[in-house]
């Protein structure tokens, strides 16, 4: 998982408080993700009664789609805000094969 980006510049406290906090929004978060809905920044925001800021969990998801959790689909939809965002996804898991279908041609 990806770390708390420090960009106001806060005490290694605060930092370590900022990090712990992001770790347990993007578990929240993939677990929401896990229903297998495709869902907007706004539709976790909403899911999760606007409980954190929705920059947080924009900042979240993407993570979570940098760590290979889950992807950003093609498909819009209106956000909260009025703008199309983007859906995200549990990344489709690659078809089996069995010995048998490689080689029927």
């Known amino acids: 998982m990806t770390p708390f980006y420090n960009t106001n510049k806060e005490s290694f406290d605060e930092f370590f408080e900022s990090s712990k906090q992001t770790v347990k929004q993007e578990v929240v978060?993939?677990?929401?993700?896990?229903?297998?809905?495709?869902?907007?920044?706004?539709?976790?925001?909403?899911?999760?009664?606007?409980?954190?800021?929705?920059?947080?969990?924009?900042?979240?998801?993407?993570?979570?789609?940098?760590?290979?959790?889950?992807?950003?689909?093609?498909?819009?939809?209106?956000?909260?805000?009025?703008?199309?965002?983007?859906?995200?996804?549990?990344p489709q898991k690659p078809d089996a094969f069995d010995q048998a279908s490689l080689f029927d041609f």
């Open 29 to 90: 978060i993939f677990k929401v993700m896990q229903r297998g809905e495709p869902m907007s920044p706004s539709m976790v925001y909403d899911f999760l009664d606007q409980k954190w800021p929705i920059t947080s969990i924009r900042r979240a998801m993407t993570n979570l789609t940098d760590d290979g959790k889950i992807i950003k689909t093609q498909e819009t939809v209106k956000g909260i805000y009025g703008k199309k965002e983007h859906l995200w996804a549990l």
